[in-house]
């Protein structure tokens, strides 16, 4: 028996001057569509709850292998007739694999919408993965961690940091998996993913543009309606023990050319933060790290003159359950990244001791926002932005509050973001010259 698809009352976008609607098909798919009548163009994207994390246990990389196999084709749609189609029509197509999620997706003229849907759901639903086919790729990942990873003395160190900092959790290990598990993955791996997560009761539409709610439902009904559901996945609390001691990586490489410091802390992400915290770090990290006006900048390149360069960055948008906050400077001439890091730590000691000004704080917030305001002006980035708080667990009501929680960020909880920022439980990085 057919059922109809379930409607979710419209949910306004936090500010934009249009209402965001959403539906259920009885398969699990959740739909968000996101009205955008600018321009006769639609994007098109299916997110996936899972990702990187979710490899299995000396299996990493997995998520990204499934990512690359995806664009191989299917008994009804040879590989590269996918892409073929895009560029017949001047569409655009991309696709990433991230911690916790994986996405899919395509920018088209609104009349290619139902193509797109068609394509996407028959590999959702029908990829048979061919062992010849899943060689190929391996190498060809195995190239590319060659060239992003362990070409880079900065990856390098990075993923080092990571797997000290939370060794039992699985967003310790890199996206693209660490390259001796890479070499033994199969396409029976990347199948047995497919199977278990890539499935509608795992994932969210979201179209942004030219369309309406009911458009939307009826081209899914039609594309993914079909796709069997599938389970619903159920993200539990990984392990995550923070270091007993501060912990320090020291990497000496030849082709380091200019040395570098790196401090990461394990951080609440959004989905796990108490009420505030994630909005207090994302305002710190502005504070700290974002720009020639930052306390870090103004101490440490301008007064102290022991780096050239400084910053900080809140991984919020990568994580569903523990993120992480690095500070990342370039030493002067004459400093070693040691010492650089002492006098990173007496920085932020002074800010513990201090606080920030109430006028740098309020630039602070103004700048975030605007930022987010220009950034959702793009039809891709604003349905990104939904996409990934939706596929990390955050709801629709959380994105419509976001400015005023971020508004709401008192001195207070500034001071007790910079508790997580304790040097005697993070990791610090040191990259030289070998």
């Known amino acids: 028996m057919h059922r109809p698809p379930a409607y979710d009352s419209p949910a306004p976008d936090g500010g934009a001057a249009v209402a965001v609607e959403t539906a259920r098909l009885p398969n699990g798919l959740r739909i968000v569509v996101i009205p955008d009548r600018r321009c006769p163009v639609v994007t ?72 797109c849907m068609a394509f996407e759901a028959d590999r959702m639903g029908r990829l048979a993965i061919d062992e010849a086919v899943a060689a190929t790729e391996r190498a060809v990942i195995l190239e590319e961690r060659a060239t992003v990873a362990d070409g880079r003395p900065q990856a390098l160190l990075e993923e080092a940091m990571a797997a000290a900092l939370i060794p039992e959790h699985p967003a310790g290990r890199p996206i693209i998996g660490w390259r001796h598990e890479i070499a033994g993955l199969a396409a029976a791996d990347a199948q047995a993913y497919h199977g278990r997560f890539t499935v509608p009761a795992n994932a969210i539409l979201i179209v942004a543009g030219d369309t309406t709610v009911e458009e939307v439902v009826r081209l899914a009904e039609d594309a993914y309606g079909p796709v069997p559901g599938g389970a619903a996945f159920v993200r539990r609390p990984a392990p995550n023990p923070l270091p007993p001691v501060g912990r320090r990586i020291t990497l000496a490489d030849a082709r380091v050319r200019q040395p570098q410091m790196q401090r990461l802390h394990a951080v609440p992400a959004p989905g796990t933060a108490a009420p505030g915290e994630a909005e207090a770090l994302t305002v710190l990290c502005h504070l700290l790290g974002g720009g020639r006006t930052s306390a870090l900048h103004r101490r440490l390149v301008v007064e102290v003159r022991c780096a050239s360069s400084v910053g900080a960055y809140y991984l919020s948008e990568y994580f569903a359950q523990q993120s992480r906050f690095y500070l990342v400077a370039e030493p002067a001439a004459g400093v070693t990244p040691e010492a650089l890091d002492d006098a990173v730590e007496a920085a932020l000691q002074a800010v513990r001791d201090t606080g920030f000004a109430p006028a740098a704080i309020a630039r602070a917030k103004t700048q975030l926002v605007a930022d987010a305001l220009y950034a959702r002006d793009s039809q891709v980035q604003l349905a990104s932005w939904y996409g990934r708080a939706l596929a990390l667990g955050g709801s629709l009501a959380d994105l419509a509050g976001w400015q005023d929680r971020i508004e709401a960020v008192t001195p207070e909880a500034l001071a007790a973001a910079l508790t997580f920022l304790d040097r005697r439980h993070g990791v610090s990085g040191y990259l030289v010259g070998g």
Do not use: I
């Open 44 to 115: 098109h994207m299916v997110w996936y709850r899972t990702g990187a994390a979710e490899d299995p246990p000396g299996r990493s990389g997995t998520a990204h292998f499934l990512e690359h196999l995806m664009f191989k084709g299917t008994a009804r749609y040879p590989a590269g007739a996918f892409s073929a189609f895009l560029g017949s029509v001047g569409g655009r197509e991309n696709a990433f694999t991230s911690w916790n999620y994986t996405c899919y997706h395509q920018q088209v003229a609104r009349p290619h919408l139902r193509a």
